[in-house]
T-cell receptor, first 114, second 111 residues
Framework: GNSVTQMEGPVTLSEEAFLTINCTYT??????LFWYVQYPGEGLQLLLK?????DKGSNKGFEATYRKETTSFHLEKGSVQVSDSAVYFC?????????????FGRGTSLIVHP | EAGVTQSPTHLIKTRGQQVTLRCSPI?????VYWYQQALGLGLQFLLW???????NRGNFPPRFSGRQFPNYSSELNVNALELEDSALYLC??????????FGPGTRLTVT
C-alpha cells in the first residue's frame, strides 16, 4: 500500500536556523506530493506541492523537491522564524480510475525559539 | 472568502451513542473530504464526496458514513461509538483533487 514516513519530532531550532524535515514515501504509481502546515488551534493549510519528478514546490520561504530516485520530498527553509512553529505534514495523493487516494504522514512538530 | 467551517467545535459522547458532524465547504468547491486525526496517528482518510456522491472511502468500518447535500455541505455520521473513535475530525473541500482546504475540525471525545 501507499505510505508516507516523516522524521519524528519535535524539531527544536533557534530563530534564523536552517530547517530540514525529512519525508519519504512509497506508492504504487506516480503520486503528487504535498506539504501541509497546521498552526495551533487551526486546520491544515496547503504549504506547497509538486506533481511530477524534479518539480520544486515553494512558498513562504519553504521549498521541497520531488525526488523520484530516492522517493523523497524533504522540506527545507533557510532561516526559520518563531511564527513558523507548527506541525508539518507530508502527504501524497494518487488518482486511480478517477478516485482520489490520499495518504498523510504522522506530522512533525517544529518549535522555533527566539 | 469564507473558509471551510465545521460544527460543533467540541463534542463529548458516551460509548454506544451516535454522533453527526457537519461541514460547509468553501463556496464553489464541490468536493468534501473527511479525515480522522487521532493522537499520534496522523491523518487517516475517511470519505470523499463529490457532486453529492461518495467517490471513495478509507479503511474504516461501515458505522462511519456520511452524505453530501445539494448545496455541497456534508455530514459525517458515526454509529455505535467506541473509545478509539476519540479524535479530531477534519473536513476539507476542494475544486481540484490535489489542493484541499481544511476546516478547524471537530474534537470528539468518547467516554
Amino acid at each position: 500500500g501507499n505510505s508516507v514516513t516523516q522524521m519524528e519530532g519535535p524539531v527544536t531550532l533557534s530563530e534564523e536556523a536552517f530547517l530540514t524535515i525529512n519525508c519519504t514515501y512509497t506508492a504504487t504509481g506516480y503520486p503528487s506530493l504535498f506539504w501541509y502546515v497546521q498552526y495551533p488551534g487551526e486546520g491544515l493549510q496547503l504549504l506547497l506541492k509538486a506533481t511530477k519528478a524534479d518539480d520544486k514546490g515553494s512558498n513562504k520561504g519553504f521549498e521541497a523537491t520531488y525526488r523520484k530516485e530516492t522517493t523523497s520530498f524533504h522540506l527545507e527553509k533557510g532561516s526559520v522564524q518563531v511564527s513558523d512553529s507548527a506541525v508539518y505534514f507530508c502527504a501524497l495523493s494518487l488518482t486511480s480510475g478517477g478516485s482520489y487516494i490520499p495518504t498523510f504522514g504522522r506530522g512533525t512538530s517544529l518549535i522555533v525559539h527566539p | 472568502e469564507a473558509g471551510v467551517t465545521q460544527s460543533p467545535t467540541h463534542l463529548i459522547k458516551t460509548r454506544g451513542q451516535q454522533v453527526t458532524l457537519r461541514c460547509s465547504p468553501i463556496s464553489g468547491h464541490t468536493s468534501v473530504y473527511w479525515y480522522q486525526q487521532a493522537l499520534g496517528l496522523g491523518l487517516q482518510f475517511l470519505l470523499w464526496y463529490d457532486e453529492g456522491e461518495e467517490r471513495n472511502r478509507g479503511n474504516f468500518p461501515p458505522r462511519f458514513s456520511g452524505r453530501q447535500f445539494p448545496n455541497y455541505s456534508s455530514e459525517l455520521n458515526v454509529n455505535a461509538l467506541e473509545l478509539e473513535d476519540s479524535a479530531l475530525y477534519l473536513c476539507a473541500s476542494s475544486r481540484f483533487w490535489y489542493e484541499q482546504y481544511f476546516g478547524p475540525g471537530t474534537r470528539l471525545t468518547v467516554t
